[in-house]
């Protein structure tokens, strides 16, 4: 079946960087589109950014201009590079397909603060 496997997360003082990964496996990673989405605490999960099988690429308003969506399907692997990092950047943070999402990895755990 459809697996994620999320890393680099931790914790970052506010405006320090973070590049997270995602391990996918059990599909074809290269057909399809890819997400990045993140659950802060006592909030619903939220979609922040996606490469699409071409490598075009979206964000949210909330981290546009600060983080970078990537993949190398060599590796069948999407990254996130988040900089200038904000308190409220503070969630676990999770990749998925954009259509028909699979079942959900465990995510990386992201807390900003100083």
């Known amino acids: 079946q459809v697996q994620f496997v999320e890393s680099g997360g931790g914790l970052v003082q506010p405006g320090g960087s973070l590049r997270l990964s995602c391990a996918v496996s059990?599909?074809?990673?290269?057909?399809?589109?890819m997400g990045w989405y993140r659950q802060a605490p006592g909030k619903q999960r939220e979609w922040i950014a996606l490469?699409?099988?071409?490598?075009?690429?979206d964000y949210a308003d909330s981290v546009k201009g600060r983080f970078t969506i990537s993949r190398d399907n060599a590796k069948n692997t999407v990254y996130l590079q988040m900089n200038s990092l904000k308190p409220e950047d503070t969630a676990i943070y999770y990749c998925?397909?954009?259509?028909?999402?699979?079942?959900w990895g465990q995510g990386t755990e992201v807390t900003v603060s100083s």
């Open positions: 490469i699409n099988a071409g490598g075009s690429t």
């Open positions: 059990g599909m074809i990673f290269s057909n399809y589109a």
């Open positions: 998925n397909k954009i259509i028909r999402p699979s079942s």
